[in-house]
């Protein structure tokens, strides 16, 4: 490589190990001088840029390798090491946009090392072309949100079977969705978690399709043995979710969501550090929304009375901090709504 070879021409035998290094290399080298000159163009550097050697040799790297909107940026920054010795992209790995000879730009990962004197400087830029793995990468996001969404589907779709049979249940479940996504929005979870709540909560109460529907609608007071049948819609719920694999704990919400942290609860009277947040957050949002409805078998109560069971269960049933937000929520006029089950992205993260 002649122009590196004018680097140190006293020192033959290593530079032509360098030489055979620089030309195996396949990763992008290019050597630039003090002025912004190219003065080396490796064979990997060629087949990344679409330039001969001879084409780009002796013009700047800026006029070259660099979109028009980015050569200030470059222009500036080298002249800011050579005045200054301070170094901004020098030195560290990086990812740059260059541009190729058919003038299409591409995401180029970019480390340079300056050689040579102070007076005489040289500079190495390593250069890999890491376009096609951002495309891969995109692609790939994009498959799995794909995925994500076509689940969220199935989820509305098993909730329109649910309201066929159970319009109350149906109802239910979408406005404990609508509160317990708002709060655990307030209690600031990562939107991954917060579409899992609103998921898990849209579905918590599945299991109660194994419940005979002359209990789910009868007046009055339930009868010892209608409780019993109740209590076991949270196991077929979790039986009924737990083969799918899904990207979210809905099934242990659906197993969960009647437990109380101070291990009172069921089905399997779990204590607090066993009960998943986003079940703690569905059951509390489950019976405030539940007092506050009418039920076939009692009034609804009000909206004071719900916040002031579940102030008086904090610490005991729920988690502190989980009845504290539900109830600066309200406190900040917050009103419960039934999710629009038309809307997939009411709030999901991948709307
Ligand atoms: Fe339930």
Redesign the pocket.
């Known amino acids: 490589m002649k122009s590196l070879r004018r680097l140190n021409p006293k020192r033959n035998l290593p530079l032509k190990c360098l030489d055979a290094f620089v030309e195996s290399s396949l990763d992008g080298i290019v050597a630039m001088d003090g002025k912004g000159r190219i003065i080396a163009f490796n064979p990997a550097a060629e087949k990344i840029f679409g330039y001969r050697r001879e084409q780009v040799v002796g013009h700047t790297v800026s006029e070259k390798l660099i979109p028009g909107s980015l050569r200030k940026d470059h222009e500036t920054s080298l002249a800011h090491f050579l005045a200054t010795g301070k170094k901004k992209i020098i030195g560290r790995r990086v990812t740059v946009t260059a541009k190729r000879a058919d003038q299409s730009p591409f995401t180029a990962e970019l480390e340079v090392i300056p050689v040579a004197s102070k007076a005489s400087p040289v500079f190495i830029a390593y250069l890999r072309d890491i376009s096609e793995k951002e495309h891969a990468g995109k692609e790939n996001l994009q498959y799995t949100i794909k995925i994500k969404k076509t689940l969220m589907q199935t989820i509305l779709a098993v909730l329109r079977i649910v309201e066929i049979r159970d319009p109350y249940t149906a109802s239910h479940q979408r406005r404990v969705a609508h509160l317990a996504t708002t709060m655990a929005k307030a209690l600031e979870l990562p939107e991954e978690r917060i579409d899992g709540v609103f998921l898990g909560a849209l579905i918590?109460?599945i299991g109660?399709i194994a419940v005979p529907t002359e209990i789910l609608a009868r007046p009055g007071i339930l009868l010892d043995e209608d409780i019993n049948y109740l209590q076991i819609?949270?196991r077929k719920g979790y039986e009924i979710l737990e083969p799918v694999n899904f990207p979210w704990p809905l099934a242990e919400i659906a197993l969960q969501?009647?437990e109380h942290i101070d291990g009172s609860g069921y089905p399997q009277g779990l204590r607090n550090g066993k009960i998943l947040l986003e079940s703690r957050i569905v059951g509390v949002a489950?019976v405030v929304e539940s007092l506050t409805a009418h039920r076939p078998y009692r009034p609804a109560y009000a909206l004071e009375e719900a916040l002031e069971l579940i102030s008086n269960k904090a610490g005991k049933w729920f988690d502190r901090q989980i009845v504290a937000t539900c109830k600066a929520l309200f406190e900040n006029g917050y009103r419960i709504e039934e999710i629009d089950m038309d809307e997939l992205t009411w709030r999901s993260s991948l709307s």
């Open positions: 918590h109460d109660k819609h949270c969501h009647h489950d």
